[in-house]
T-cell receptor
Framework: AQKVTQAQTEISVVEKEDVTLDCVYETRDTTYYLFWYKQPPSGELVFLIRRNSFDEQNEISGRYSWNFQKSTSSFNFTITASQVVDSAVYFCALITGSSNTGKLIFGQGTTLQVKP | DVKVTQSSRYLVKRTGEKVFLECVQDMDHENMFWYRQDPGLGLRLIYFSYDVKMKEKGDIPEGYSVSREKKERFSLILESASTNQTSMYLC?????????????FGPGTRLTVT
């Protein structure tokens, strides 16, 4: 079975704090891809990053960083020095290499509120 | 840039009405998807299509149907709208040519059924 779990339903931080959003996935496939999407209040999901199962290098993009650990089946997302504009719902998602339809499996989402 | 558009941002319909939600993508993507999003439940897949006139049921197809007559357009149909179909509906598309299958989303339609 394939599954994505985002155990944190809601997180509230004060601006400039660092925050980590957790994502744990389950799959038996050896080839898979992981994604993070951001959904601001406007509603549209915005693609942030993808990572394939053969690349465990962590990635940093400005204030965003992602920590992929196959040993713990986790793909966590950290925002450094958070800003009010980071307030959004964040989704982690999985697709396996055996998929021939591109069907994504989403976690339940984590709502991040950054207070000024 | 990939663009996915949805016919309405907000829609209010009455119970029993037939409702059409339209989605258009401009990147010649093979795959198109309809999701509904509800608080605490995340995104749930209703239907998807991997080619013209082809469709497959997702996780929650009951009460919905779809139509894909042209590659760029994927319609979601509520045959007889009910209050429990009040939700945010999101359309997405992806390309089989992309090994990553990342999906591109439209802005969403917030449907209220009264």
């Amino acid at each position: 079975a394939q599954k994505v779990t985002q155990a944190q339903t809601e997180i509230s931080v004060v601006e400039k704090e660092d925050v980590t959003l957790d994502c744990v996935y389950e799959t038996r496939d050896t080839t898979y891809y992981l994604f993070w999407y951001k959904q601001p209040p406007s509603g549209e999901l915005v693609f942030l990053i993808r990572r394939n199962s053969f690349d465990e290098q962590n990635e940093i993009s400005g204030r965003y960083s992602w920590n992929f650990q196959k040993s713990t089946s986790s793909f966590n997302f950290t925002i450094t020095a958070s800003q009010v504009v980071d307030s959004a719902v964040y989704f982690c998602a999985l697709i396996t290499g055996s998929s021939n339809t591109g069907k994504l499996i989403f976690g339940q989402g984590t709502t991040l509120q950054v207070k000024p | 840039d990939v663009k996915v558009t949805q016919s309405s941002r907000y829609l209010v319909k009455r119970t029993g009405e037939k409702v059409f939600l339209e989605c258009v993508q401009d990147m010649d993507h093979e795959n198109m998807f309809w999701y509904r999003q509800d608080p605490g439940l995340g995104l749930r897949l209703i239907y998807f299509s991997y080619d013209v006139k082809m469709k497959e049921k997702g996780d929650i197809p009951e009460g919905y149907s779809v139509s894909r007559e042209k590659k760029e357009r994927f319609s979601l149909i509520l045959e007889s709208a009910s209050t429990n179909q009040t939700s945010m509906y999101l359309c997405a598309s992806s390309s089989l040519a992309s090994q990553y299958y990342e999906q591109y989303f439209g802005p969403g339609t917030r449907l209220t059924v009264t």
